[in-house]
Structure formats: C-alpha cells, structure tokens
C-alpha cells in the first residue's frame, strides 16, 4: 500500500529550532516521489476511481481560489474537492513531486445556503469513512490527508474530510484548540446529516490529534441520539492530544460506543509531549499508560517501535502497518 512521507517543512524547522519537540508535523509534507515514478494503481479504492472529496468546513471560503478555504471561522459549508492522486496525469504527477501526497486541484461544487442537506444527498447510500484532522493543518493538507488515508484504506464507500479552521502555524496551539471546540456544533450537524439519509450504511470516524477533542465532545453532545450512536461503525483516535482525565470522564458517558473504539498510542510521541507540557504537565491520551485506556473499554494499539517518524505523531498515515489498525476496526464495525 502506499506510504505517506511526512516531516517538517523548512519553515517548521526553523520554527522547531526554538521548540526541539515541535507540534509542525501534523501538517507538512515533503517532496519524495518523482513525477517520473510508476503511478500507483487508482483502482484500489472508491476515492481513487472517482477523486472527489466530500468537505463540510467551519473555515471560511476563500470564493474558490487558492488555499478554497483559510484559517478564519465561517459557517458551516459544505462542498466537493475534486483531488488527484499521486502519479495520474501531469497535475497529479507535478503534485506528487512536489508534495509527495495526492493534489487538491479544485472545488467543484460548494453551498453554505443548506450544507447539511448537501452532504446528506451527497454521500450515495454507501459507508461512510469520516475524517477530521489535528492540530497545524491547511485545507489543502487536511484534503491530502483524507485522501491518502482513504486509498490506503482501499475504502469503497463515500470519504468526507471534516475541517475545523486551524491557524495552520506552530504557535497558534491556543486559537486552534478553541476553534475545534467553536466547530463542535457543525460536526454534530454534519453526523446529524449522514444520518439523515436511511441508505447511508456504517460510519466510520477516524480523527487525529486535536481532531479527536473536536470528535469526542461532538459524541458526548449526541449522546441521547441512539439511532447516530447505532449506525456508527467504528471510532478511531489516533494519538489523541486529549487531556487524559477529561479522556476518561468523556468516554464513560458515552457508554456503549466506547465498545468501538480504538485508541492509537504511542508513548514516545515527542509531539504529545510537548502539549502535556502546555497544559501544565498533564498527560495526553495518546501518550497514556495502556492499562488505564483499557480500563475504559476501548481497544489500544501501541505503535512503539513500529515505523519511523520524526514525532512518532502520525503513524497511522505513514505506517502500513498502523494503517491496518485503522482497516481491522473498520472491518470489525461493519457488521
């Protein structure tokens, strides 16, 4: 399957050279693949047969010019990213050498005037794989992310990526964190709307970094709503950058769902580290001791001393093998 390279950008690491530990990596990407390499195959998922992305953003719309969509808030909108994947045609090909990663080549189509029935109309009677992205991440990047994820997945059904409006810089750890708890009521609306249409079959949320505070007061919210709770699939936190106390307090009041959830950990995850360290030296779920995850219910996958990363913070994209992780939970909440 394919593998996403990903490290610092140059002006990340000057940045980092100031703070050793970093939190950049969430986002960048860099330059890996020829634009001469042999293309790998787009057949293998439903993404990669047909590259449109399905977004519903809390960003601001840039009126379909280049980054689409920034790092202010706006209202809820949804739209369609039409995406290449690396090594089809020139674009694609230009993109990969570039970025290493699938290309973004545009918004075909985006509405603000009644976005959840978009998305509902949109998503065509199949599973849904729904990704929201961590912390430091562009449109762009979250699309490319999405996009990835989904095709090492060999995903059939439908793909929406969820992005909230990260400040996309290495020191906006503050305003992004309150601009994923602001996009809390949006990301209910959008689950809401999913479930809205009777053909759609399971949903999968798969959530990274700061992405997973987003998602899981998003499920503490809607959790009186048993017909949303009954057609989620499965719940994948990858290095969740959650306090681990209000981790514990959250998951026991979503009951039963916690059944279907795993948590990617790794507690030699340098990105993580630094985030305990913000917040007053309180550990993060994604660093956690197993044990005390496991006491909650849900499945653990420790990813220590699998793969490499600069930050051992993303994994889950990089890594064929934790990316099977992501793969055995979804198989496993597909019945």
Known sequence: MPVTRRAFSCRSLALAAFLPLGL??????????????????????????????????????????????????????????????????????????????????????????????????AVNGRDVLLYIHGFNESFETAARSAGQLSHSLEFQGRTVLFTWPSGGKLFDYAYD???????????????????????????????????????????????????????IGSVVLASPDVDIDAFEQTVKKIGPLAQRMTVIIDPGDRALAVSARIAGGVARAGAADRSRLEALGVRV?????????????????????????VRRAMDRGGA
């Open 24 to 121: 950049a990596a969430c986002a960048q990407s860099e330059a890996s693949v020829s634009p001469f390499s042999e293309p790998e195959r787009a057949d293998t998922s439903a993404l990669g047969k047909d590259p449109r992305l399905l977004v519903m953003t809390t960003r601001r719309s840039t009126g379909n010019a280049t980054p689409y969509f920034n790092t202010d808030r706006g209202p809820l909108t949804f739209a369609e990213a039409q995406l290449s994947p690396p090594g089809r045609g020139i674009a694609g090909r230009v993109s990969s050498a570039v970025s290493g990663d699938w290309a973004v080549l545009g918004i075909s189509r985006e509405t603000t005037a009644d976005a959840t029935r978009a998305l509902s109309d």
């Open 177 to 231: 964190r309150e601009s994923a708890l602001w996009s809390r009521d949006g990301f209910v609306q959008s689950l809401q709307a999913l479930v809205a249409n009777p053909t759609v079959g399971r949903i999968h949320i798969v959530a990274h970094s700061m992405g997973t505070f987003l998602t899981l007061e998003g499920l503490r919210e809607l959790r009186d709503s048993r017909e949303i709770y009954a057609r």
């Open 301 to 325: 996958a420790d990813t220590s001393g699998r793969g490499w990363s600069m930050l051992r913070h993303d994994l889950f994209l990089s890594n064929s093998e934790v990316t099977q992780v």
